[in-house]
């Protein structure tokens, strides 16, 4: 099955999944559609940011992108093409799955009205995986998934674990990309998420990059300064 290029006709509307990445090791994935409309440009209400500020797109918003997670969205037109680029994650430490589905509420917004479409979506099997004691990295293009189960503080705090992770890179570079005692202000991350529970001795972390990364550039990594290979 091509999980690119998955399409549904609907009236004059094509709605196509051009890129689809989804990583269940890291609950982290990505989307690009491509909407159009038949002699004209599919309708949206825009901020100035490529923000929806309506309930969807289409003539009286009748569709919207819905998905069993969190994520950010952004649209543009590109031509007659409306294109939307999602960003979304999933509870990892439930080891929850991912559904994508557009809704159409042509005939009411109501669950009984609505009709709804699903798309399949491909696992992505590229990743780097480290282990350091009761540490877990995760690495994939899209981010990387942290798991921490040292204790830390007393049995009833939820303070903040110390973890400082390094990417040493084939062409000699080192690129910091994790650092919870500087803020986690890490240049080339995105969204974080952190999950906790057992009275603050696990802690999940979901880091997501800002742009894809080409984990085959990575030769090893430096975590709280001990290099692992």
């Not at 690119?4 to 559609?33: A, C, E, M, P, S």
């Not at 599919?42 to 969807?56: D, H, S, T, V």
């Amino acid at each position: 099955m091509d999980y690119n290029n998955q399409k549904i006709l609907i009236d004059d509307y094509t709605i196509l999944l051009r890129q689809t990445l989804w990583d269940k090791k890291t609950g982290i994935g990505y989307l690009v559609f491509e909407i159009t409309k038949k002699d004209s440009k599919p309708e949206i209400k825009l901020n100035k940011f490529g923000q929806c500020i309506g309930l969807g797109f289409g003539e009286n918003d009748r569709f919207s992108i819905e998905n069993t997670s969190s994520g950010n969205r952004k649209y543009e037109y590109i031509g007659n093409s409306l294109y939307a680029y999602i960003s979304y994650t999933v509870d990892i430490s439930k080891q929850d799955d991912c559904k994508i589905y557009i809704f159409d509420r042509k005939n009411g917004d109501y669950e009984d009205c609505a009709k709804k479409y699903s798309f399949e979506l491909k696992e992505t099997t590229n990743v780097k995986e480290y282990n350091y004691s009761n540490n877990k990295i995760i690495i994939s293009p899209l981010g990387m998934a942290i798991e921490n189960n040292e204790k830390h503080g007393s049995s009833n705090s939820l303070s903040e674990p110390k973890i400082k992770i390094v990417f040493y890179l084939k062409d000699g570079r080192k690129k910091e990309v994790f650092n919870t005692t500087t803020g986690l202000e890490t240049e080339g991350l995105g969204e974080i998420h952190r999950y906790t529970k057992d009275k603050g001795y696990y802690n999940m972390y979901q880091v997501v990059f800002k742009k894809i990364f080409d984990i085959e550039k990575i030769d090893k990594i430096e975590f709280n300064g001990v290099v692992i290979s």
